[in-house]
């Protein structure tokens, strides 16, 4: 489900996703659709599945094995490394887990975890509250610096707040499938109408990156999956000296937090789903990156009606026909003559991967229009600002997209023959052109994709009082996750709770961004209680335009890399 998008600084993209340095927004009433469900029962509208049996005993019987050994020797927390980059009062650790669970005694790596301890009365501690933000391929390390912020106040006073970082991902084992310099070389091009011989160039890439991969790393290629993070997340919560889990995941992280669900349903206490990834296996992964590709370009659409209401500021256009014109011309011009600058240079891929941020964050909306508009009118340099690559981060991006792509390659099948995508996607870009082709592109070296045959996906799914009530929480016009996910995903955990922000469509709604959610969030938290079956928030508010003759104090947004995650603006 990861898009290109080039990693922000952690603690600034967390502080955003779940509740860091912003305030809370005003969101409006809430409706509660139906009433909550008696506990282990599940209104007529969600039957309960039957449960799905773990269909890899050798790995789980592995896991158990090394879910005793963390839980007897615990975690050494101590001072973290200057690489981490962390606040003095966040605690750091190393998790030794097995690269192959059904060979827990076999090569081993070890996995970066954070921690800040409960802050308040030791009696009313409720244990260790663990984070992922996605990807796959990001880190949650800096999750803990969040309790000195106030929308985590009361949170961080009853949980120990732990970050960490998944198997490939930082310090944590990390995978590398080409050079970092190459991979943030700067211009590049892409194509919304691409010829048969730009097809052909990016076929041979994408079997170039898999080759590169598979050189890197060699047989533990294969060893990083979902499934294996969800065992990870198994083994961390024994080493907290934790009998359930608590966890928060966003975005990827609901899917395999949702796969920790199915397998393991007696060891969660609480689980919150921000952003949910449809757990269907008939769409992981192919098929989700087709329902994205589509959900983008309506968030593209509501990009361009929010600059066409701001004509007076953009002058880009009264309609949103006439801003997407505005749009064209800037490609245009970039396709015949890349962008340079202080900071680098901007061609058409740059652009694009600056926009798709844009429909990931409506936090960009000013600035990405105030770039358009400068653009037109002979100044390139807030463009080149906001949308060059950063070579400071090309090694932490690499890394994360080499995560994204060995992660989602692995876990399921996808078509081999280039003439399916082709065939689907050809007939996709003519609905959905504005991101469908890139889509294509990050995604295409599972086809060429080396080593053992990708897995079935896990059947996601929990029977009638399996599992404690969990939260899913989701905006109804995310287009990174779309929202039919969240429906989804609620159908097939037995007794889950749906918080929707209506007509928004910001990816990673919690903390900070919308306080109807946040309360939501929050008493589940501290209480276990649900607010109801489904439950609306009305959306937070649209950014206010950004005049022009301020661009000059904005902050500079670097442009995204291949990647997704929950990475909101590096304000």
Same mark, same amino acid.
């Given at each position: 489900m990861r898009q290109t998008l080039r990693q922000a600084a952690v603690l600034t993209a967390l502080s955003l996703t779940l509740g860091g340095t912003l305030p809370a927004h005003a969101a409006g009433p809430h409706r509660t659709t139906t009433a909550p469900p008696a506990a282990g029962t599940a209104p007529a509208l969600a039957p309960a599945l039957? $449960?799905? @049996?773990?269909?890899?005993?050798?790995? &789980?019987?592995?896991?158990?094995?090394?879910?005793?050994?963390?839980?007897?020797?615990?975690?050494a927390f101590g001072p973290c490394p200057a690489a981490e980059q962390l606040p003095g009062a966040v605690r750091c650790a190393l998790l030794t887990v097995p690269l192959d669970y059904a060979r827990p005694d076999g090569p081993r790596i070890r996995l970066t975890v954070s921690r800040t301890p409960a802050t308040g009365p030791r009696a009313a501690r409720q244990g260790a509250l663990v984070y992922n933000p996605g990807g796959p391929g990001g880190s949650g390390m800096y999750f803990p610096a969040l309790a000195r912020y106030p929308e985590w106040e009361r949170t961080a006073a009853a949980y120990d707040l732990v970050g960490y970082a998944p198997r490939g991902v930082g310090r944590s084992a990390p995978l590398s499938c080409q050079?970092?310099?190459?991979? @943030?070389? *700067?211009?590049? &091009?892409?194509?919304? &109408? $691409?010829?048969?011989?730009?097809?052909?160039?990016?076929?041979?890439?994408? &079997?170039?990156?898999?080759?590169?991969c598979a050189r890197r790393t060699g047989p533990a290629l294969a060893h990083y999956t979902t499934l294996d993070n969800a065992r990870d997340l198994y083994v961390l919560r024994a080493a907290l000296g934790e009998r359930k889990l608590n966890f928060v995941g966003a975005s990827y992280g609901t899917y395999f937090g949702a796969v920790f669900a199915t397998l393991y349903p007696d060891r969660v206490r609480r689980m919150v789903f921000d952003s949910a990834v449809n757990p269907d296996p008939a769409r992981i992964w192919y098929g989700n990156n087709l329902d994205q590709s589509l959900a983008f370009e309506g968030r593209w659409r509501d990009f361009l009606a929010w600059t066409a209401r701001h004509h007076s500021v953009y002058r880009l256009g009264r309609t949103p026909e006439a801003v997407r014109a505005s749009h064209e011309k800037v490609r245009a011009a970039l396709e015949r003559r890349p962008a340079r600058g202080p900071g680098g240079t901007v061609g058409t891929g740059e652009l694009q991967s600056a926009l798709l941020r844009a429909a990931y964050y409506d936090e960009y909306w000013p600035l990405r229009a105030s770039a358009l508009a400068a653009f037109l009118r002979g100044d390139p340099q807030p463009l080149v600002s906001q949308a060059a690559p950063d070579p400071e981060t090309a090694a932490e991006d690499e890394n994360a997209t080499a995560v994204y792509t060995a992660v989602l390659c692995n876990d399921a099948p996808w078509p081999r023959e280039w003439k399916v995508w082709d065939r689907d996607n050809t007939a996709l870009a003519r609905r959905a052109p504005f991101e469908t082709w890139d889509n294509v592109w990050t995604n295409l070296p599972c086809a060429h994709w080396p080593g053992r045959a990708p897995r079935k996906p896990v059947d996601v799914r929990t029977g009638a009082g399996a599992l404690p009530h969990t939260l899913i929480v989701a905006a109804e016009r995310d287009a990174a996750t779309p929202y039919a996910g969240a429906k989804e995903l609620q159908r097939r955990l037995h007794g889950a709770a749906l918080v929707t922000e209506r007509g928004a469509g910001t990816h990673g709604v919690v903390g900070g961004r919308n306080a109807c959610v946040d309360r939501h969030v929050e008493r589940y938290l501290l209480t276990g209680r649900i607010p109801g079956w489904r439950v609306d928030c009305a959306p937070h508010p649209e $950014?206010?335009?950004? *005049?022009?003759?301020?661009?000059a104090a904005a902050p500079s947004l670097r442009a995204p890399s291949r990647g997704e995650g929950v990475l909101p603006p590096a304000v």
């Open positions: 039957a $449960p799905a @049996a773990d269909p890899y005993p050798a790995e &789980r019987a592995g896991a158990e094995t090394s879910a005793r050994r963390a839980a007897a020797a615990g975690l050079d970092p310099a190459a991979f @943030a070389a *700067s211009p590049t &091009r892409t194509e919304q &109408r $691409p010829t048969e011989a730009f097809k052909k160039s990016r076929i041979a890439a994408a &079997r170039a990156y898999a080759q590169g $950014p206010a335009p950004v *005049s022009l003759d301020r661009r």
